[in-house]
């Protein structure tokens, strides 16, 4: 090998990172044991941060540009080095590269119910699920604090340390809110918010940020669903007798369209069309359906009457028409004792008084003479 190649393959000329993976928080960049030269060019994407770490000291941090590595660029690396501004040797340090974009379609979602107190419902039990974004915000303090000397730190390592901060923020924001259950879906963007805020402190401590933070969805357990869903079905039935009647039509006119139903079928579609013809036109057009008529009252129970005897000059009474019957049958009362009742012309034979003849049906008459 010629000396020239093993003096320039001693050294490194450029610095840099290309990744397209998309999930590559933080790479290092293998230097291979080859020291880097000084006055080497370090190139920094937008969407990047180089950190540099000499003797496991954090370093310089270069933001997106193009740098000649020197001392007057390099002012925390010249004074551990103790480096004087003439000084131009070769130098070995770790450098790391530091994704600052954002990470997108993180999704997170509680694994247990959120137990709350409805206002409208009362206890009820809630599970949450959206998505959010990550990005780093101070890479020097997301090295020393989160990724220390992983060569190849990706997101899947702190995913699953933001989600559970986030759970717990949403369960504290979604129950501590007073939403009621039902408007909750028109309040999301709102508890988002209050979720992002709650956490950006603790995030930050990371540095790390979480620039967004929905909640696409707030549900119920599936029997309180089955139960809404129910009571939102006879909401829009309405008046739920109607609809009974409309039921039973059709359901009379299924069996007489089925064959063999038997001889009440056609009778069966009769009545359903009747009915339904009846709940069909409700009146007026755009007028609303017309209470069915009232069933007509039963007439007045006919007044009993209460009468008075006449016997020996004076009046007895007054007794019902019971209490006469009984006095029929024991010949108190006979035809030809006299009656009287409000509302009657005088003094008239029982036997003359319709409502009374009937009584003496039951007793034969009396045998005519000389029989």
Request: proline residues 8%.
């Amino acid at each position: 090998m010629p000396i020239f190649d093993f003096l320039s393959g001693q050294f490194i000329d450029v610095i840099e990172w290309t990744d397209d993976s998309r999930d590559t928080l933080v790479h290092r960049f293998e230097r291979h044991g080859h020291e880097i030269k000084y006055g080497a060019k370090l190139t920094v994407r937008e969407g990047q941060a180089a950190v540099f770490i000499h003797e496991g000291q954090l370093a310089d941090v270069f933001l997106p540009g193009l740098y000649m590595l020197e001392t007057n660029n390099m002012p925390i690396m010249t004074t551990l080095q103790h480096w004087d501004h003439g000084f131009k040797s070769p130098f070995k340090s770790e450098i790391y590269f530091v994704s600052t974009t954002r990470m997108t379609d993180l999704k997170w979602g509680t694994k247990n119910p959120i137990t709350l107190r409805d206002p409208e419902f009362g206890p009820v039990r809630l599970r949450a699920f959206g998505t959010y974004t990550i990005k780093v915000a101070d890479p020097a303090k997301f090295m020393t604090e989160i990724v220390g000397t992983d060569g190849e730190f990706t997101r899947d390592e702190i995913q699953y340390q933001i989600r559970n901060m986030i759970v717990q923020s949403a369960s504290r924001a979604l129950a501590g809110s007073r939403i009621p259950v039902l408007d909750m879906a028109a309040n999301t963007d709102d508890l988002g918010k209050i979720v992002a805020e709650q956490i950006s402190a603790t995030i930050a401590d990371y540095g790390l940020a979480v620039p967004e933070l929905y909640i696409e969805n707030v549900s119920l357990p599936p029997a309180v669903e089955e139960a809404l869903d129910k009571r939102t079905s006879m909401g829009v039935l309405g008046d739920l007798s109607k609809y009974q009647q409309y039921a039973t039509a059709e359901a009379m006119q299924t069996a007489a369209a089925t064959p063999n139903s038997g001889m009440g079928a056609g009778l069966g579609m009769g009545m359903g069309m009747g009915m339904a013809q009846q709940m069909a036109n409700p009146g007026p057009w755009g007028a609303a359906p017309q209470p069915a008529a009232a069933a007509p009252a039963p007439p007045p129970p006919p007044v009993e009457h209460v009468w008075h005897i006449a016997e020996g000059g004076a009046t007895k009474g007054p007794f019902s028409k019971a209490r006469l019957g009984r006095m029929v049958t024991d010949g108190e009362v006979t035809r030809e004792t006299y009656v009287w009742t409000q509302g009657q012309d005088g003094w008239k034979k029982a036997d003359d008084v319709d409502e009374l003849a009937q009584l003496f049906t039951v007793m034969p008459p009396p045998p005519p003479p000389g029989i």
